[in-house]
Every structure is written in structure tokens, then in C-alpha cells.
């Protein structure tokens, strides 16, 4: 068997805005996760929420990458998933940053709506979500 043979077809997802996606998304890991861990090392009794919900935010985004550059349908299903539950966390945090800032004595990256982010953690899911399902009506049915 050759090694065509022996893996199936994977639905490249990291191809053209595919791949934007995934370069964006690999910034937004290097950034949530370095600083969640450097606050969570140093002052994680000033703001522990916070903290820990942008160390989450970093292994989402970390996990959507590791998606995006799998490729392949399954790995673009949970790829839609983890998008919308971003999204809904993004949706979530943001106006809860709004309507109690009192809870959150230091910001998140989903704060605001990822204003300190340019609001790119409120843009990237609804991208991401628009491109998955996208490939996926793209797709050559077999």
C-alpha cells in the first residue's frame, strides 16, 4: 500500500483565509497562555478569575490550531464546536466585564470583548465559524 493508500483524505482547513486562521490563532495561544501563566505565577491571588479564565482561552485557541492544522472532517467539527463555545465564552466574559468590573480586578483577554486584544477574541470565532462552515459546503462529495 502506498501512503495514499494507507491514510484517508483529510479536508485541508489550513489553506487559504484557513490559513490566517490558523497564524491568528496561534498568536492569540503564544499571548493568552504566557500571560495567564506569568499573572497565575506571580499575583494569581489579585485576580484569580481572570487568571484562570485566560489560561482557558489560551488552551482553547490552543486546541482550535491544533484542529485547524489537522485538517480532515472530524478534526473540522470540533474545531466548529470549540469555535461557538469561544464565541458564547467571549459573549459571556465581555458582558460580564461590563455589567460587574467589580469581578474582575484585572482583565482577561475575553474582557470587554477582547478590547485589549482589538477586539480580535470577538472576531477570530465568528471568522473561524463562517470559514468552517464554509469548507465544509465546499467539500467534493464522494
Do not use: H
Not at 61 to 70: A, N
Amino acid at each position: 500500500m502506498t501512503a495514499t493508500q494507507e491514510r484517508p483524505n483529510r479536508t485541508r482547513l489550513a489553506s487559504g483565509p484557513g490559513l490566517l486562521l490558523v497564524w491568528l490563532y496561534g498568536v492569540m495561544v503564544v499571548g493568552a497562555v504566557s500571560r495567564s501563566a506569568y499573572q497565575i505565577a506571580t499575583e494569581f491571588d489579585r485576580a484569580p478569575l481572570a487568571y484562570t479564565l485566560s489560561a482557558l482561552a489560551g488552551l482553547v485557541y490552543g486546541f482550535i490550531t491544533y484542529t485547524l492544522v489537522r485538517g480532515g472532517e472530524k478534526a473540522r467539527r470540533a474545531a466548529l464546536v470549540c469555535c461557538a463555545a469561544e464565541l458564547v465564552g467571549v459573549l459571556t466574559v465581555g458582558t460580564w466585564t461590563l455589567v460587574e468590573p467589580s469581578a474582575f480586578p484585572d482583565a482577561t483577554v475575553w474582557s470587554d470583548y477582547g478590547m485589549g486584544y482589538l477586539f480580535i477574541p470577538v472576531l477570530l470565532p465568528l471568522t473561524a465559524v463562517y470559514w468552517l462552515r464554509r469548507s465544509r459546503a465546499q467539500e467534493p462529495a464522494t
